[in-house]
């Protein structure tokens, strides 16, 4: 009888390969017997060959190959051997050992169907955000025991035994920012996540309960640090859960995906698995967000600051203009400024060596933090803000403006980051990459996070909609799993929410970025501002306290709207003091961007759950009474 390999942790746990006379390889190279994701496996990492004293482990790689923790250059295989390469083992057994492992490629049919355990679900994440960290241990919670799940993300690192976030001198520089949770999405968390992110003093409930509040709980405010921090512990306290600090390359991993069921998307915006499987998932669509045959995209200036004013106040001046955005904890965030066509042009750095400018914060997820010297410098790049340099630029006059909206001086702006709203229509979230074989399970890829649907302006928005996607993939996959092939038919729900989370969150954003007029006129919000800013002195001087007085009066409307909900507003006095030290041109502004459309932006949000209730009963039909049929139908 022959012997066998059979993984004990790591992706090919559950698994077994049959030795025979052809040498089985092990490392990183996707042509590999068994593929090694460890970080210290090399491409060609150890081999198993058949000689005469029986099958003999040989060590190819400089970091070394492990027999029962001991360190081996060659080793002849005894029934037991526990072998190491990096983080991954498996155990050597005679077949006569091991009656219960079978070499399930010698069966003629798909190996998930061979076995009556339902076994290991196989599934490897790409992008370790909240997003693929949420959904990993949420499926962990609803699969105990039964899911093996492989996470890889380039923006982490080791630090002993666990591993952690690259911090800002890692480069990693855009975790501060704060993002709005809704409740519907926290609340649908398994409670060991929700015990882990929520915990006193870590957020704030800055915007007041509205149509979208789950029993009465309101929105929370938290650091995007915060969350990425508490899901990565948690997922490093899970064994079925093990973390790869690497970025996903497709191409290298292809041999050890066909033994995967699952591969789940999370790297953002711009995934190049996504790409890499374009074939699969379709092209998407622009022409749904265009306007007169232009897509329509948003740049939007991202200002870390710690604003003075109370939320009551700070939400007041957010959602009664569409120029200026505020999220904060407890004061601190980022102030996001929607920048006109020009505007976005001018986010540039320039090399201060080689004196040429980089489009290094437009194209790039570059933040760039104030230096000694008052400039703004990436630590990436070394390039410079160049408006901040050119203090009397329009666009660094027009950021004062925005931090004096919010009771700042420019002391209280420490960094710079902006962010591109690209919005497209998906054709499809999920997608069947390989079918099952004779020796491989058939392998499902999914779209989850912003590898589905694009950020938006409003802080948090990209987090509900991935969450929510999540949660709807996890559901789908532990009610399907039962140790045999996946099929179409299983994700027929998810597929379904993933359309509502698109149309619901992509409607929510398209009247974010767009208005129409008492006209029937529609036009980007973005040209709108601009216009706002063409000189008219002779109507300026007509009526100086027209804007002022507008912009008191649409404030004055919003308030008594929230005010129920939220304790603390600003009187009128306060109102028109406040705003009487801004620029008549920054008041004009404001008052020609249009309040925030909180009957479409803060409406009610795509609940998934229906989807996933109770199974409706099937119609079986009550029997005819035999004397109620015709003759000819009667028995």
Not at 181 to 197: G, K, M
Not at 422 to 446: E, H, I, K
Not at 556 to 569: E, F
Not at 593 to 603: F, N, Q, R
Request: aromatic share 6%; with cysteine; glycine share 8%.
């Amino acid at each position: 009888m022959p012997s066998v390999i059979v993984g004990q942790t790591g992706p090919f746990t559950g698994q077994s390969v049959v030795l025979g006379a052809q040498p089985l390889t092990f490392g990183r190279k996707s042509d590999n017997g068994v593929v090694i994701v460890s970080a210290s496996a090399s491409r060609l990492h150890a081999e198993i060959v058949l000689e005469d004293a029986g099958f003999v482990l040989h060590d190819r790689s400089r970091n070394g190959t492990f027999v029962n923790e001991v360190r081996v250059t060659r080793h002849a295989l005894r029934a037991g051997d526990l072998i190491r390469i990096g983080d991954e083992t498996f155990l050597f057994e005679a077949q006569e050992a091991l009656e219960t492992v079978m070499d399930l490629s010698l069966l003629d049919m798909p190996r998930a169907q061979a076995s009556a355990d339902p076994g290991l679900l196989r599934v490897t994440i790409t992008g370790g955000g909240p997003v693929g960290l949420a959904f990993a241990l949420t499926l962990e919670s609803m699969l105990p025991g039964r899911v093996a799940v492989t996470i890889h993300e380039g923006r982490w690192i080791k630090n002993g035994s666990a591993v952690v976030w690259k911090d800002e001198t890692h480069g990693n520089t855009r975790r501060q920012q704060v993002v709005t949770v809704q409740s519907r999405q926290y609340l649908a968390l398994p409670d060991e996540l929700r015990t882990a992110l929520f915990t006193s003093g870590d957020y704030t409930e800055m915007w007041p309960v509205g149509p979208d509040s789950v029993e009465g709980s309101p929105p929370r405010n938290i650091r995007i640090a915060h969350i990425e921090d508490r899901l990565l512990e948690l997922a490093n306290t899970k064994p079925a859960i093990r973390l790869v600090p690497r970025r996903f390359d497709p191409s290298e991993h292809q041999g050890r995906l066909s033994q995967e069921h699952v591969l789940v998307v999370c790297e953002g915006g711009r995934s190049r698995t996504r790409e890499y499987y374009g074939d699969r998932f379709g092209a998407a669509d622009a022409s749904i967000y265009s306007l007169d045959g232009d897509h329509l995209q948003d740049v939007v200036l991202g200002l870390r600051v710690k604003s003075p004013l109370p939320d009551p106040m700070s939400v007041l001046l957010t959602v009664s203009q569409n120029r200026f955005l505020l999220n904060s904890l407890r004061g601190e965030g980022f102030l996001n400024m929607r920048l006109t066509r020009e505007e976005a042009r001018n986010v540039v750095g320039i090399d201060p060596v080689r004196q040429v400018f980089e489009e290094c914060i437009a194209s790039r997820p570059c933040v760039m933090s104030r230096g000694e010297e008052n400039e703004f410098v990436c630590p990436t790049h070394g390039t410079l803000f160049l408006p901040a340099l050119l203090r009397s630029s329009p666009l660094w006059k027009r950021i004062r403006e925005g931090l004096r909206l919010f009771g700042m001086d420019e002391e209280a702006l420490t960094a710079v980051t902006s962010f591109r709203l690209d919005m497209v229509q998906r054709p499809r979230f999920t997608a069947q990459l390989t079918r099952p074989t004779a020796t491989s399970p058939g392998t499902y890829g999914f779209l989850l996070g912003d590898a589905a649907n694009a950020i938006h302006f409003w802080p948090g928005r990209g987090l509900n909609s991935g969450l929510a996607s999540a949660t709807s993939l996890a559901r789908s996959l532990s009610r399907a799993w039962q140790g045999k092939p996946l099929r179409d038919a299983d994700f027929i729900r998810h597929e379904a929410a993933m359309s509502m989370l698109q149309y619901r969150h992509k409607s929510r954003a398209w009247n974010a970025m767009v208005t129409t007029d008492e006209h029937g006129v529609t036009r980007a919000i973005k040209d709108i501002i601009a216009r706002s800013m063409e000189p008219t002195p002779d109507a300026d001087a007509a009526a100086p306290d027209f804007h002022l007085d507008a912009l008191l009066e649409r404030m004055g409307s919003i308030r008594d709207r929230l005010s129920s909900r939220l304790p603390g507003m600003p009187t009128d006095d306060e109102l028109r003091a406040h705003l009487s030290t801004l620029a008549p041109a920054t008041l004009r502004t404001l008052w020609e961007s249009g309040a925030w459309d909180t009957l479409i932006v803060g409406g009610e949000e795509a609940d998934i759950d229906l989807f996933y209730q109770s199974d409706s009963p099937v119609y079986v039909p009550r029997p005819a009474d035999p004397r109620s049929l015709p003759s000819n139908l009667a028995p």
